[in-house]
């Protein structure tokens, strides 16, 4: 009972985050999806999204080693600190060579280029190194004090978007410099208040011993953030600007279900890396995705009536797509078992077989959701047929991940 209480009180910790997360996330979406035009926000969606992924060539994935250090040998934090920060400093040239490849591929005929890079600079250099001060936080168990910098994280963005939201100027330009603004600011609270202090000691031989398993965790990381994103980048390029606000407005709610369910993909994470074979028993894996599922439809469900109901209740703009909320119904619930299936691998050490299968779920998201945009061209069948596109992804995702679980977890 004890232990029962303890995990209960780290997901309370965990989930007031998602619940301050969620209520500024809410507040910043509405406020922007309202000032920007919806071809601006989809274009801004999608750059973002794109520089979420590009993201994880920073430091060659060695944030996954920072959690596990924290994790389990906490000592050593400050050593693998400083792997970190030269691994990145190694990183910037290939994640620049990456970026200019994913402009000239997808948006170099709708965005200008300095809009993007911003947005790019905003996720990689500088989000991506507080969220890596978050991730840290779990891993030592202090979930109170990374709930409280996701908050403010996501604060600082509901604040920079109302200061958007008044500006003299509203295009796309002037809001990637608040979007950079807002993140550098969230960075520099993380390091000066949430960063654990311990010294930075440069040891090469401990990093270089890892490397393989970060560089497969980066892969992962790219594939997995390719796969859950592929679908604004191909609506961009197949649909267009127009196209890409709608349906980056409509994944937005969707977005909003997953945050609760994060917090406890990553206490469950936590106790397989010091258990990997909890998930042995069937039973408990059939509750835990069907419970995911529920929840997840559930929200998107009662999203969907209150803008059935209330329309305009999220801005003019978010008013064009509310009808369509209906139509995606199982899409975040599939949406998110696939995305706990890849974090189960993870748990369990098998970073390789992650990067496959995460790979094998890209290609089959590529494919099918091409086929659905060829075959329609209106936004609400379009929607609709996610659903079965995100079905088959599951059904891929299921078979390829349960089959590696029945391999030996590999110990970190």
Known sequence: MTSQRKVLQDYFAAISGSAGRLVFSLAYFVVLANTLSIAEFGLFATASAAGVMLSRILALGFTATLYRIATVKPRLLGTYAAGFLLLALLSLPLLTLASAVMYLVFFAGDMAVLPFALVVVAEALVWRPAETVVIVNNGLNRFGRAATLVILGTALRALAAGGFALAATQDLLTWSLFYLAAN?????????????????????????????????????????????????????????????????????????????????????????????????????????????????????????????????????????????????????????????????????????????????????????????????HEAAPLVLSLNGVFVLLYLVSTALTYRALRRPARRI
Do not use: C, H
Not at 241 to 268: C, E, K, N
């Open 184 to 376: 550098a600011a969230s960075l520099l609270v993380a390091l000066l208040f949430f960063w654990p202090r311990q010294t930075l000691r440069l040891r090469p031989a401990l990093y270089w011993r890892r490397l393989s398993d970060a560089l497969y965790v980066a892969g992962a990381e790219i594939l997995f953030y390719l796969q859950m994103e592929l679908d604004k980048l191909l609506v961009l390029a197949l649909g267009g600007p127009q196209l890409a606000g709608i349906y980056a407005i409509i994944m937005r709610l969707v977005d909003l279900t997953a945050i609760p369910i994060r917090s406890f993909t990553m206490l469950l994470v936590q106790r397989m890396m010091r258990a990997p074979e909890m998930l042995s028993r069937l039973k408990l894996r059939l509750t835990i995705e069907g419970a995911i599922f529920g929840v997840s439809t559930l929200a998107l469900l009662a999203l969907a009536v209150i803008l059935t109901v209330y329309p305009t209740l999220l801005g003019r703009n978010v008013a064009e797509a509310a009808p369509l909320v209906m139509l995606a119904l199982a899409v975040p619930g599939l949406r998110n078992l696939t995305e706990y299936q890849a974090e189960l691998l993870f748990a369990r050490g098998q970073t390789l077989l992650r990067a496959v299968n995460l790979a094998s779920l890209a290609a089959v998201k590529a494919l099918f959701l091409s086929l659905a945009l060829y075959a329609f």
